[in-house]
């Protein structure tokens, strides 16, 4: 484990620990599945040895309740290498394809190769769940990682480093603590990939970087996701949905509602509902949400005093309270807040919230919200509420996204089968499933021909009247 500070020794260890993994990404170039496998499931053993400490280590990072890490940390990890277990031998089967009719006699196919040495920088809002989960895909690629979590979440980095310390050699697997230091001295380096999970603002910043070396990379940014609630939704259902997916994690989740667009004739019975789901969820014993044992706290002071200072914002320039709105410094507790009346100038609206605000606007119809939706940068995650099946379509073909919900949100992340990610803003490249084990893996394609057969004699040089003939056929007819 190298130590917390950078310095030019600590540059150099980085460099020694990145030339470790060279042999290494040779050698599991030829890795079966078994052997990839067998990797998966030492994680998954550790895992389920040691659940209480993962839970420990959230709750003293951030007061994240035991019942929400297992939800939400574990149970994600867990169930990506269950289905990569289960499914690795065939992704890595090489796959034909078909054969068109000028390359009759040749036959082709796709293996994946890894595509070696891997950097992943994993964010401090689900530090488990976001550092172990794009390993899992790294690992059943067959490739070996640097790991560099984030310095947010010391106890949960503590415990990640001391995992991977316990399960691999460092020219395997090895993690890195540190700073934005840190950071900057790995992205120097020549990695084949780089998986990165943060901000869109910093996520331009390690593009940058790694177009330096030429690295491809994986960007899973954020940005602010719209929720859709329209003139025929179910608004008890939507608000049970939406209020679940706009507090889980204290609202520090990517792919939380970020603000609302509620047809007017719901707005009301919206607001209604929402009240009591909240009460339901986090106060039902009527004791306080601040007592709750399932809300979950501010990562620390800086947000916190970012996300109290856009509730006064929002106020001040004509926002009202629908709920919430109080906190508490010393435990760094807020309130789900819910405002109504907001506009494009309050902060509230310009970036996004990573917190339990919950902005609310109103639409007289639905090409309205649309209309709003494309006037702002693609969202990572979209959500529309409603029963018309053709005003549903017409938010999917209408508005870009990197996923979208209908009636729920959130739990797209959970289906292993769908692939996950932004698109622009948003985010590079997909994740989870086969879909991680792509965005870790070169698509090679091969072509096989048969000795004696060459289907492209006639097409040499000298090109004479009958391979002008034919080349006009192939231009005509393929």
Not at 355 to 360: A, D, E, Q
């Amino acid at each position: 484990m190298l130590n917390h500070s950078i310095s030019e020794q600590n540059n150099t260890d980085l460099e020694h620990l990145f030339k470790s993994q060279l042999l290494t990404s040779t050698l599991w170039r030829s890795s079966s599945a078994d052997d990839r496998i067998a990797r998966l499931k030492k994680i998954r053993t550790w895992i389920k040895d040691h659940q209480q400490e993962i839970r420990n280590a959230l709750k003293n990072d951030f007061g994240k309740p035991e019942s929400e890490t297992d939800l939400s940390e574990i149970f994600p990890v867990t169930a990506e290498i269950n289905h990569s277990i289960k499914k690795l031998h065939k992704w890595m089967t090489p796959k034909s394809v078909s054969t068109p009719l000028p390359m009759l006699g040749t036959s082709g196919s796709i293996y994946h190769e890894p595509k070696g040495r891997s950097l992943i920088i994993a964010p401090w809002n689900y530090p488990f769940n976001l550092s172990i989960g794009p390993l899992i895909s790294a690992l059943s690629a067959g490739c070996p990682v640097i790991l560099k979590p984030s310095e947010m979440t010391p106890h949960t980095s503590e415990l990640i480093s001391k995992m991977i310390s316990e399960l691999f050699a460092p020219k395997e697997v090895a993690v890195v603590l540190g700073g934005i230091e840190t950071s900057q001295a790995l992205l120097k380096l020549p990695f084949d990939h780089i998986f990165f999970t943060g901000s869109p603002t910093v996520g331009k910043i390690v593009m940058k970087a790694a177009a330096e070396n030429l690295s491809s990379v994986t960007l899973e940014l954020g940005g602010k996701s719209p929720a859709i609630v329209d003139e025929d939704a179910d608004c008890k259902d939507a608000a049970e949905k939406l209020i679940w997916g706009k507090y889980v994690n204290c609202g520090q989740t990517c792919i939380a509602p970020d603000y609302l667009l509620v047809h007017e004739s719901k707005l009301e019975n919206l607001f209604s509902e929402m009240k009591v789901a909240i009460q339901k969820m986090y106060d039902p014993d009527f004791k306080g949400i601040e007592k709750s044992p399932d809300m979950a706290r501010i990562v620390n002071d800086k947000h916190f005093n970012r996300l109290t200072e856009n509730i006064e914002d929002a106020l001040s320039k004509g926002a009202q309270l629908v709920f919430g709105g109080n906190s508490d410094q010393h435990t760094r507790y807020i309130e789900p807040t819910i405002l109504r009346n907001v506009s494009d100038e309050m902060q509230v609206m310009e970036e996004e919230i990573f917190g339990p605000i919950l902005p609310v606007k109103s639409y007289t119809s639905l090409g309205e919200a649309i209309d709003y939706v494309n006037s702002k940068p693609k969202p990572l995650a979209l959500y529309f509420f409603g029963v018309n099946a053709e005003q549903s379509s017409k938010v999917l073909r209408e508005t870009s996204s990197g996923n979208a919900v209908i009636n729920d949100c959130v739990l797209h992340y959970l289906h292993m089968e769908l692939p996950f990610g932004g698109v622009n803003n948003s985010g590079i490249g997909k994740a989870h499933g086969y879909h991680g084990f792509l965005a870790f893996s070169n698509e090679k394609g091969v072509l096989k021909q048969r000795v004696g057969l060459n289907n492209v004699t006639l097409l040499r040089p000298p090109y004479g009247i009958k391979a002008k003939q034919i080349i006009a056929s192939l231009i005509k007819w393929f």
